[in-house]
């Protein structure tokens, strides 16, 4: 079962990215567990997990969220190619706190990115994954973890 | 005081230094581009992998480096090693989201001459180049 510290190293990845890069904290809605295949939104960025648990973790968020952020970055191009940039530099994160916090159990990937709201992010079929809101100004994301 | 005494007691003015930035993120690499203007640097050109920045590296000769570590055909670390070989006096300030120890002790070891994880702030990075550039 994941332990309570392992989805705190995931979730503060995911915020610490908006208050600093956006110099404006993101709030977390309540999580909850989803069987299957969770959703995703426009932009997807993806780590994978070996060694001392296995599976993926991922930050999925709308288009015109990552759009308020990169305006928000002084950023003013807003091509596909940014959008996947961004996720990945979330993703990119969140992968960065996990090393920190889990050190060589975790075996982590370098992120990879999709696109579309039914992206393949192959979770392994019949596992839980938890699902955490990340709220931010109007919009809403999801940071992802199925992990076993 | 005449004009020759006072040229004698007016600090010497830093020279310029030639920046190259290698991030294989497109967002960063303009933000860190951007951030130039704040300081004595004069922005020469940008790589997204360890081999093409080893490559520009030799056709501009730069003086100072960004250099992100998780990067695709060659990473960062490597491309420090070589840059180091090839210009020792060459400033390096890693900006990586790898912010455990060992991976900033190992890119020190190798030649790196600070380190900045991301994300990070402008003013981090201003004050993060400001002191890689202190005494040049």
């Not at chain 2, 180091?84 to 300030?93: E, F, N, T």
């Not at chain 2, 004050?127 to 040049?136: G, K, P």
């Amino acid at each position: 079962m994941l332990q309570e510290q392992e989805l705190k190293t995931f979730v503060e990845g995911t915020t610490n990215y908006f208050e600093i890069a956006a110099q404006q904290p993101a709030s977390i809605g309540s999580p909850y567990l989803v069987s299957g295949v969770p959703t995703t939104y426009d932009y997807t960025g993806i780590i994978t997990i070996s060694g001392k648990r296995e599976g993926v973790v991922y930050f999925t968020a709308p288009r015109a969220m990552l759009t308020v952020l990169l305006m928000k970055m002084q950023e003013n191009d807003f091509s596909h190619e940014n959008m996947c940039d961004l996720v990945g530099e979330v993703a990119n994160t969140i992968s960065g706190n996990a090393r920190r916090d889990f050190g060589r159990e975790f075996v982590i990937s370098v992120p990879s990115v999709v696109h579309g709201e039914r992206a393949d992010v192959s979770v392994v079929a019949g596992r839980r994954s938890f699902v955490i809101p990340i709220n931010w100004r109007s919009h809403s994301a999801k940071l992802v973890v199925a992990l076993k | 005081m005449n004009a020759s005494n006072a040229q004698l007691t007016r600090p010497a003015a830093k020279r310029t230094l030639k920046l190259m930035i290698v991030d294989d993120s497109n967002i960063m690499r303009r933000r860190i581009e951007r951030s130039q203007q704040f300081a004595q640097l004069k922005f020469v050109g940008a790589a997204a992998n360890g081999v093409e920045a080893l490559a520009l590296f030799k056709r501009t000769d730069p003086d100072v480096v960004t250099m992100d570590l998780t990067m695709p055909q060659m990473d960062g670390v490597e491309c420090i090693e070589k840059i180091v070989q090839l210009k020792p006096a060459v400033r390096i300030l890693v900006i990586s989201a790898l912010n455990d120890k060992a991976t900033a002790i190992d890119a020190m070891e190798r030649g790196a001459n600070g380190f900045l994880n991301k994300p990070f702030t402008d003013r981090q990075l201003t004050e993060a180049l400001a002191e890689l550039t202190r005494d040049a």
